[in-house]
């Protein structure tokens, strides 16, 4: 199979699972029943050692300010205001950028003791890069998006009527930045990466230290990133500071923060986040062995207004401004309907349209007293075009439908 064709999540999905199979069917000496044991232990990774964790007194679910007037709060999550960038330009700044934090607190890591261990059977020499020698490698600066698997998910309630547990996002889990970074590339390389190299999964030293695999495709692709630095300034704790991923087009949980260490394996890898969490499971999709259901990889394409929700505008004209994205591509047209879905009119498209970043765009509007239903339907370059309603799955992922917005006329 080609490197491009290992890209795209199915061609991924397809091929581990027939190897899991293949493998399952040789017995190689391990049952199944103690393959999963073993997964479930995190057997093969070192103990992170708990001084990396902030100190009780100064463990924090967020450590930025949560101002109320960029972002929905709720645990340790911040969701940005879509009505918040109607006054911005293409760029998420970092005040207001989205954060999903599984472990409770952050960890608040020195840079001066950090280190980024790469082993395991698929380098031939496994190596420990502190922060200055990870800065000392020829770095990339690029615009993606990075967005939450469960963005969203609050929508499964109006179209479903189920409310689905996990953090409740409207459709704010996302953001825009410039990340900057060394290629993961450069420093697989230096650890000799072999050409039996078979999946990559960086780990993370906060309190639950997740992790999630990648095949080694994805982890040699020109954007794939270990980010120091975001819009500019070094990243931030709440951000995965002093390092994270940055996976272009992938489920936010990929995008490992604070990452540690990172095992390369000849082996296909596993881990709770691609078998259990950030699956799809329910009556529409079928268990992929060893993960309950398909592995959610790529995202899908979507689109959001830059106004509130069950926001009110003055009656009269007004320039309606939204963004649409995919982690597939590029966003080739959007159409916008004011009158709940009867009709659509093609919105205009503004520059800079980037790849795996988002579009944005805007279109005249006549606001009408009383209820208005606005939706926005994309289309992106890999063809992918918004669909009026998708099956639930059981977590609440990948709501990708078109969503209605309704704003008051007064
Ligand atoms: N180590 C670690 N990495 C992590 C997470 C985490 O909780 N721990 N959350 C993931 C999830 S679910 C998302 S959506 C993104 C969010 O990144 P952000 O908080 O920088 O916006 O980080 C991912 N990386
Ligand atoms: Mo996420």
């Known amino acids: 199979m080609s490197q491009s064709e290992l890209l795209h999540q199915d061609q991924y999905r397809r091929q581990r699972a027939d190897e899991w199979v293949h493998q399952q069917a040789q017995g190689l000496g391990v049952g199944r029943r103690r393959f999963l044991q073993l997964l479930a232990a995190g057997t093969g990774f070192a103990a992170i050692p708990s001084t990396r964790f902030a100190s009780a007194e100064e463990a ?6 949560a101002n109320e007037q960029f972002f929905v709060k709720s645990g340790s999550n911040l969701e940005m ?20 934090n599984n472990s409770k607190s952050v960890p608040m890591i020195d840079p001066k003791t950090w280190e980024l261990k790469i082993h395991g059977s698929g380098v031939a020499k496994p190596l420990a890069l502190s922060y200055d020698e990870l800065l000392s490698l020829p770095s990339v600066s690029v615009i993606r998006a990075l967005e939450c698997a469960g963005n969203g998910r609050n929508f499964f309630e109006v179209t479903h009527g189920k409310k689905i547990e996990g953090t409740p996002w409207s459709l704010g889990g996302i953001g825009v930045a ?12 230096r650890a000799g990466v072999k050409q039996s190299a ?8 906060d309190e639950k230290q997740i992790k999630r695999p990648m095949p080694i495709e994805k982890a040699l692709a020109d954007d794939t990133l270990l980010v120091y630095a975001m819009n500019g300034d070094p990243l931030l704790p709440d951000h995965g500071a002093p390092v994270r991923m940055l996976l272009p087009g992938w489920v936010g949980i990929a995008n490992v923060k604070w990452v540690g260490e990172i095992e390369v394996s000849e082996q296909a890898l596993y881990s709770d986040y691609n078998t259990k969490k950030y699956v799809l499971t329910g009556p529409d999709y079928k268990p992929a062995p060893p993960a309950n259901g398909p592995a959610l990889t790529t995202q899908k394409v979507k689109s959001a207004f830059e106004l509130a929700w069950d926001g009110e505008l003055p009656v009269g004209k007004f320039l309606l401004r939204g963004r649409s994205w995919s982690g597939e591509g590029t966003i080739e047209k959007v ?12 919105a205009r498209l503004r520059e ?17 007293p009383g209820e ?39």
Do not use: C
């Not at 924090?60 to 300010?65: C, L, R, S």
């Not at 159409?335 to 093609?346: E, I, L, M």
């Open 81 to 100: 205001k879509w009505e918040a960038m109607y006054h911005r330009g293409y760029i998420v700044p970092n005040e207001l950028f989205f954060v999903r």
């Open 198 to 205: 078979k999946d990559v999964m960086p780990v993370g030293l």
């Open 335 to 346: 159409d916008v309907s004011v009158d709940g879905g009867k009709t659509f009119h093609p």
């Open 372 to 410: 208005n239903k606005l939706q926005a339907r994309a289309t992106d370059s890999a063809g992918n075009t918004q669909p009026m309603k998708i099956p639930l799955n059981e977590q609440g992922y990948a709501y990708w439908s078109v969503v209605t917005h309704t704003i008051r006329g007064v």
């Open 352 to 368: 800079p349209n980037i790849d795996k970043a988002w579009v944005r765009w805007d279109i005249d509007w006549d606001v009408q």
């Open 60 to 65: 924090k679910p967020i450590v930025k300010p």
């Open 178 to 189: 410039e990340w900057t970074g060394v290629p993961l590339r450069e420093v697989l390389d």
